[in-house]
Each structure stands twice: as structure tokens, then as C-alpha cells.
């Protein structure tokens, strides 16, 4: 009966809601610029200032993710016995420690594990972490700080791609590594030690049927697997699209300038979504928000896929999707499942997710070789709608439950 008014308490105790999204969304840019959006600007000066494979540059961030995904339970669990001030300051030591690996790297098995120290850091320190943080310190009210933090991630790539190849050309790849690793060590970590509050121990609330070590979802089991379906579905889509679009489109005969201009597109959707959903979010349910995000993804890859002269919008309502799926991602699960265990029940959707986005850039590129970029945008086209189906499947689960 107490623990309402020592919440609220403790959220008084707290910096202003606005200072602690600033920081957390700053930081976010820089996280996911230095980390997931990297090889994209660094992949090919890496190869050639070393020699060293471009596929194992850029598969070394597919190993990143894949340890960010085997540990993303455990990092939930610990946010939510410990709040996030410790993990996601642990986290920029993680990237400061990679990204500096990376630079010192000699070799190719040093530059590997030191991706492997960044996927780590990722599990602790991008999206779902946060949002994680996030609905342990505001509970069933961090809806909106969730979505303030997700309009400044959306301009990660906008900010940190030209902003990589600056110090690229500046000071080499290797101290364009090196900046960034400072960035965390000096700048992210003391901001979060800083802005975060302390919070105090809270035990673990586990199933009578579970092991003490663990904590399970307070919910029915078919939400939980349909959401954990939905999110590893639409991580592959958005991993394969990211890294294959360009070559997708100067598959149709588009110069690479026009299709760097085409993929800048999506930024900027996904932010003016983000923005949108910002407003109006506040009038509907979060299942709405994932209704509507793969719609637009689905909607979005078919046009991509039919070849029709429609690139420009098929690309704006593809990147407005992914935009508020980010959205849906974090304020759904606290709506179905409450704040209670938040943390660890992200971290536990999170590992699919992160699984598949790591493994389907490489599938995608074999479907390109084997099929071209009709069959892979039909295929991920497909995928999209079954997404669709699923979503809809959560939705009537949702409702029964209600009822």
C-alpha cells in the first residue's frame, strides 16, 4: 500500500523529465552513430588502409549484435533490480573500450572481439536499454519519454554519417574511432552518472513455477510470443533494407547519387512520424501505433517491389514505419505488461530481435546474389504482410483478454 506514494516521491527527487530525455536522446545519436550506423562510412577505408576482408568488416557488427542479443535478458533483469544509472554508464565504457579496440586493432581477430565489447555496450546501452531506464524511473508514465527519446535517435545516421566521414577524412578511420570512443568515456558516461538518479535495489518478483534466478512475464503467454514474432520480423526487415537499399536501387538502373538522395528519404520520414506520433499519442492505445507501423512498412516494400514510379513516396512511408515502430517498441510492452518487470521483459523480446537483425543482412545479401531485387523486395514484401497478420492476431488477443 506504500509503494505509490514513495514512487511518487522518488520521481519528485528526480532532474526535470526534459533534462534527463535530452540527455539520454543525445547520447542515443552518438550510440547508435558509433556503433550500429559505423561501417557503413568506415567499412571500405578499413579495407583499404588494412587489407583485411570488406565482409568480415562489416560481419564483425553482426557478431556485435549477436552477443547484444544472447545478454539482452540478463541486462533487463539488472536494470530492473538495479535501474539503469549503472548500466547505461557501463555501457559507454563498453563502447569507449570497443571503439578504442578498433583503433589499436593490428589485426583482424582484435578488431572482431573489439565488436564483440560493442555489442555488449549495445545490449546496455541503445534503445531498449534506455527505454528500459526509462519506465523504471517514470512506470506506466514514461509513454512520452520514450518518444522524445526515439525523435532524437532518428537522426543518428542524418548526424553521424557525414559526421564520420569528417573525421575520417581528418584524422583517418582509425581516429575517427578514437573520437568517438572519447566521446563516451568523457562525455556519455559522466552525463549519465550525473542526470540519472541513484535508485535503490528491488527484488526480483518471480513465478511461483520459476526459477528464483529469473523473472517471467506477468502475462499471457500468446501476447508475449506474438510480440517477440513481431519485433524479430520487422528487426530482419529494417536490417536487410538498411544495408542493401542502396544496392537494391542501383539495381533498377539508378545512378548512386539519385540513390543516396531516394535513401535519405527515410530519416527524415521516420522522424516526422515520430513527431506526429509525439501529438497524437496521447489519444490511443500503443497497439494502434504498431498497427499502423506495419502497415506502412508493408505498404511501403510492396510499392518498392511493383517497380511502379513511386520510389520517393514507397520510401517516405516505408522509413515513416520504422519511425514509430521504435515507438511501439517500447511504449507497448509497458501498456500490455505494465511497469512491473518492464526491464527484463524487454530485455527478453529484445533477444530475438537483435538475433535476426544480425543474421539477415547476410541472408539477404545471398538472396540478392542468387535471386536479384525483385525476389528479395517480393520476399521482404511478403514477410511485411505477414507481420501485418500478426499484429492483427495480437490485437484480437489483446481484445479477448480485455474482455
Given amino acids: 500500500m506504500t509503494s505509490e506514494p514513495t514512487l511518487q516521491t522518488d520521481i519528485e527527487r528526480l532532474p526535470r523529465r526534459r533534462i534527463v530525455v535530452t540527455v539520454l536522446g543525445t547520447i542515443q545519436i552518438f550510440a547508435w552513430g558509433s556503433t550500429y550506423y559505423l561501417p557503413a562510412v568506415l567499412a571500405k577505408p578499413i579495407a583499404g588502409d588494412t587489407g583485411w576482408s570488406l565482409s568480415w568488416i562489416v560481419g564483425a557488427l553482426s557478431l556485435g549484435m549477436l552477443t547484444s542479443g544472447f545478454v539482452a535478458p540478463r541486462i533487463g533483469r539488472t536494470i530492473d533490480r538495479w535501474g539503469g544509472r549503472p548500466v547505461l554508464a557501463a555501457s559507454a565504457v563498453l ?23 560493442i555489442g555488449l555496450g549495445m545490449a546496455a546501452g541503445l534503445y531498449d536499454a534506455t527505454f528500459s531506464t526509462l519506465g523504471r524511473i517514470y512506470g506506466a508514465d514514461a509513454r512520452q519519454a520514450i518518444t522524445a527519446v526515439t525523435l532524437f535517435g532518428g537522426l543518428a545516421s542524418t548526424a553521424c554519417w557525414p559526421l564520420s566521414a569528417y573525421l575520417t577524412s581528418e584524422l583517418g578511420w582509425r581516429g575517427a574511432c578514437l573520437a ?15 542526470t540519472l538518479p541513484r535508485e535503490a535495489e528491488r527484488k526480483p518478483h518471480v513465478a511461483a513455477d520459476a526459477p528464483a534466478s529469473d523473472l517471467v512475464p506477468r502475462a499471457p503467454t500468446t501476447q508475449f510470443i506474438l510480440l517477440a514474432c513481431i519485433w524479430a520480423l520487422a528487426s530482419g526487415i529494417t536490417s536487410v533494407v538498411s544495408v542493401h537499399l542502396l544496392t537494391m536501387l542501383q539495381s533498377r538502373d539508378i545512378a548512386l547519387a539519385a540513390a543516396v538522395a531516394l535513401g535519405a528519404l527515410v530519416g527524415p520520414a ?42 520517393s513516396l514507397a520510401l517516405m512511408l516505408y522509413g515513416a514505419g520504422v519511425g514509430i515502430h521504435s515507438i511501439a517498441r517500447g511504449t507497448l510492452p509497458l501498456s500490455l ?38 525476389t528479395t523486395l517480393g520476399a521482404l514484401a511478403v514477410l511485411a504482410l505477414v507481420n501485418v497478420l500478426i499484429t492483427g492476431a495480437l490485437f484480437v488477443a489483446m481484445a479477448k483478454h480485455r474482455a
Fill in 95 to 117: 563502447f569507449g573500450v570497443g571503439l578504442t579496440g578498433l583503433a589499436l586493432s593490428p589485426n583482424l581477430v582484435v578488431y572482431i572481439l573489439a565488436w564483440i565489447a
Fill in 180 to 194: 568517438y570512443a572519447a566521446f563516451h568515456l568523457l562525455i556519455a558516461c559522466p552525463a549519465y552518472l550525473l
Fill in 270 to 311: 521516420q522522424v516526422g512520424a515520430r513527431i506526429v506520433e509525439m501529438f497524437i499519442g496521447r489519444y490511443h492505445r500503443p497497439i494502434w501505433t504498431l498497427v499502423a507501423s506495419t502497415l506502412l512498412v508493408a505498404i511501403g516494400l510492396a510499392f518498392l517491389w511493383s517497380g511502379l514510379a513511386v520510389l
Fill in 337 to 374: 505488461f505494465g511497469p512491473e518487470g518492464y526491464a527484463t521483459l524487454m530485455g527478453r523480446l529484445a533477444r530475438p530481435s537483435l538475433i535476426a537483425g544480425a543474421a539477415s543482412p547476410t541472408l539477404g545479401a545471398v538472396l540478392l546474389e542468387q535471386s536479384g531485387t525483385e
